[in-house]
């Protein structure tokens, strides 16, 4: 296996160093390392993070790989800085066995370009009646540890008390949509102003705060672990920084889409701004940029969202609900919160590496930066920019909200245990990275 | 003027222009020969994914006698059930030549869609869009206000009181209203059960109240929508037999109207429901008006987009003077 030494990063955006990678593991960190018998990589002006780990995916195989495969998933995963994402488990077929989460973790291994937590449904079906064999999945070869309906809430709370205290078996959280069903029948968008004066049937904040609200209070009475997912609005932040002040086990994720974008955007009735749960007020995004800062908000997870054009190339009601989001999501949190001041980047690395994988129980990545840890390492330039083009996704799906919009950043390297990824900005193929691994 | 989608998106001259030109093709539609030779050659689609024949017939009319040539495609009832095909559509309208494109369509926005997506160039006509939109229809309304409340003079609604009776909630005719009357100066009432009432209706241009009887004693027009009877299944009102009774324009309410008052429903009515039959047919009523005005009102709207466009190429906008040496 090629050695690589990296040259002049800047650690977490802190102190600058040589970073010497041997056999897929950090094997030095100093100045003017030795670079006899390695492949140099010039890191000058760039910032190495622990490579980048997503709570909230969807790779949409099996079933629906007109959007997007694991392949084509994971090498925008690459793209993106993530070495390890969460695959969610609304597939056709659901991952609600041991069978289909052990074919999807298996697919992220064969193809390499980023690991795969495959996560697991909680009920059958995501019918929410029946739970799924939760023990079953987290003792598979896929070893799940964090199960979601996501897509669908587990409304009926006498099944999530259930999954809630089931899951303290392995170790297991639940990661909940909050979305009360009855509040959100035919919901298209943020219910408030504008909802009303563009006849757009609301989704109203409270159908996401109940759901929360009541999800914390189960979590506490049951002593389980709750991750809240996707969360959008300035009362669920209110809600969370409760229940962790009461010491429930409670946790939360903000999708980079949350942290930029408004419900104004519903205005122009183009469908790419169609997302669940909707785009919220510019005062949710303000409370959500603060939480995260705070830390009230955990992690930042995409909810990568792909779906074929002819999903979005329709009438709003018509149109798909989601956005992918793997290969801008660290431009748009440099955006709005290393940029803004709200965060540096030790604290992106926290957010977006280090607290993902301890959510999820993955012991192999959100290590620090740092000798002897696995070398999973992403450079990233902070002083580029560039207008985001559809047409340049990686993702086989063209569904970006950023559009025309420049974001700064670009993620020039990505290392999976010492094995390049992504060099110079471009995803190393597949045949490559065999290659390097034989 | 590109696109007919939003009254919102008129000025208060864009508004006056198109009462006045209805004016004028009212007049039209009053003497033996009905037809104008202004759209000769052009070709005016009718593209209606929902049922609606009376709107339907109104535009075509409208076109017919400005001598365009009529398409109308029933997208209803055909194989149009998830969106591509509204892109399809579109771009098979595109390629047939469509000089405008008069769209109904149960999802709001869908003719913003249209008129933005890049898929034809056609003028947009929004014929009633989900619980969005229906432009055409506040500008008839508009007309027989004017007609009966400022018959000379200035024109102007100025201040004029007009109350809005129902389910302000999923009405397209509603915020069509509430936004044209609002541009005329008008001074707009919403009434309706608050579960009825569009949430963040505090930041629209009216005033709102759920009280029928303190509202209409001040009301030069009162505009009764349509409620439908499975709404109460979704709970937004107990009982059809309630909401009458709390809502409806009975013979008893019509009473407290100032004597000029006029009474409007843009139908189809729901007799018994929102409105009593012999409200409905009282000489207060200008119902079966405004289904005449509609035609007007239309060929203003289809006159001003189609030739409107034309003579903007040659930076000659289009007035009344043009309508008349037209009928010449
Ligand atoms: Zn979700």
Known sequence: MTAYVIRNASILGADVADVRIVDGVIAEIGTTLDTSDVEVIDADGLIALPGLVDLHTHLREPGREDAETVETGTRSAAAGGFTLVHAMANTDPVADTAGVVEQVWRLGREHGYCDVAPVGAVTVGLAGEKLAELGAMADSAARVRVFSDDGKCVSDAVLMRRALEYVKAFDGVIAQHAQEPRLTEGAQMNEGELSGVLGLTGWPAVAEEAIIARDVLLAEHVGSRLHVCHLSTRGSVEIVRWAKSRGIDVTAEVTPHHLLLTDELAATYDPIYKVNPPLRTADDVAALREALAEGVIDIVATDHAPHPSEDKDCEWAAAAFGMIGLETALSVVQHTMVDTGLLDWAGVADRMSARPAAIGRVASHGRPLAVGEPANIVLYDPSASRVVRPEDTVSMSRNTPYRGIELPGKVVATFLRGRPTVLDGTVVDEASVEEVSA | ?328
Request: hydrophobic residues 45%.
């Open chain 2, 1 to 328: 003027m590109r696109h007919l989608l939003s009254t919102g998106d008129l000025s208060r001259d864009d508004a006056v222009l198109l009462l006045d030109t209805a004016e004028e093709m009212l007049s039209v539609a009053q003497r033996p020969i009905k037809k104008l030779p202004t759209l000769r050659g052009q070709t005016v689609v009718n593209l209606f994914f929902e049922d609606s024949t009376r709107t339907r017939i109104s535009f075509e009319a409208a076109a017919k006698r400005l001598s365009a040539d009529v398409i109308n495609f029933a997208a209803k009832g055909s194989s149009v059930s998830k969106g591509e095909s509204l892109k399809d559509t579109a771009l098979t309208l595109q390629a047939m030549g469509a000089d405008a494109v008069v769209i109904r369509h149960g999802a709001s926005g869908a003719p913003a869609r249209l008129a933005r997506a890049g898929w034809i160039d056609s003028a947009i006509l929004n014929a009633g869009d989900g619980s969005h939109e229906h432009p055409t229809q506040a500008l008839l309304d508009a007309f027989t206000m004017r007609r009966h409340l400022a018959p000379s003079g200035d024109r102007s609604l100025e201040g004029r009181r007009v109350a809005i009776v129902g389910d302000v909630l999923h009405s397209r005719v509603a915020r069509s209203n509430a936004l044209l009357l609002a541009t005329l100066g008008a001074e707009v009432t919403l009434v309706a059960p608050p579960t009825l009432m569009p949430y963040g209706v505090e930041s629209w241009p009216v005033e709102t109240s759920y009280d029928l009887d303190t509202v209409l004693a001040k009301s030069d027009a009162v505009m009764m929508l349509r409620v439908q009877t499975e709404r109460m299944n979704a709970a937004f009102f107990p009982s059809a037999r309630e909401y009458s009774r709390r809502y409806g324009l009975d013979s008893r309410r019509m009473a407290k109207l100032p004597e000029h008052a006029i009474v409007m429903h843009p139908g189809p009515m729901n007799r018994g429901m929102e409105i009593t039959a012999d409200v409905a047919d009282s000489v207060r009523s200008v119902i079966v008006e405004q289904v005449t005005n509609g035609v007007a009102v239309r060929m203003a709207a289809l006159y001003l987009l189609l030739s409107g466009a034309r003579d903007a190429a040659t930076t000659s906008p289009a007035t009344t003077a043009d309508l008349t040496e037209g009928q010449a």
